[in-house]
């Protein structure tokens, strides 16, 4: 089994179990942006990115620059992508001085063709600690990640239930 199987007090992937965190509102159907729900479903990866200067590693990942960010706002073009400073709509940093995002995979949870107002990116990131809840992303410990996404394949999904 090659799926990345994600529920509200853990995950398994290619017969290991893992702590990780999901949206503080929990596992369900998301209906905004901004409500914290992890979206359950069947996911696969889009794209992986990382900071190979702080030791992000994914193999084929997209390395995180200083002026790369993740497009949030509803009403930008480029909604629920990742676009470059300066951009001149509401945006997440994707180069983050606390580390969630040294290593970062995006789901394709209304993407690549996003819908305006259903909710920007999902991740697979690096967690602040366990039990700490995420704004609707998955979060797991950096070594963790860095083992899952290494050995990924294009056969792969997230299964969130």
């Not at 979206?39 to 794209?47: A, D, M, S």
């Not at 084929?60 to 709509?89: E, M």
């Not at 797991?140 to 239930?161: E, T």
Request: hydrophobic share 35%; net charge positive; with cysteine.
């Amino acid at each position: 089994m090659t799926d990345l199987v994600v529920g509200p007090w853990g995950a398994r992937f290619l017969g290991r179990s893992f702590p990780c965190s999901v949206g503080r509102g929990g596992i369900g159907q998301k209906c905004c942006e901004g409500d914290g729900i992890t979206p359950r479903g069947v996911w696969h990866l889009g794209e992986v990115m990382a900071r190979p200067d702080r030791g992000g590693f994914a193999p084929g990942a997209t390395p995180i620059g200083p002026r790369d960010l993740w497009s949030d706002d509803p009403a930008d073009p480029a909604y629920n992508t990742a676009v470059r400073a300066p951009h001149p709509h509401s945006h997440e940093a994707l180069r983050r001085p606390d580390g969630l995002y040294d290593l970062v995979g995006a789901l394709d949870y209304n993407w690549p063709v996003a819908v305006a107002g259903a909710g920007s990116a999902i991740f697979l990131h690096v967690w602040r600690g366990p039990r700490k809840p995420t704004a609707g992303c998955v979060a797991f410990r950096r070594d963790d990640l860095g083992w899952i996404l290494q050995r990924w394949s294009p056969r792969s999904r997230v299964i969130i239930r």
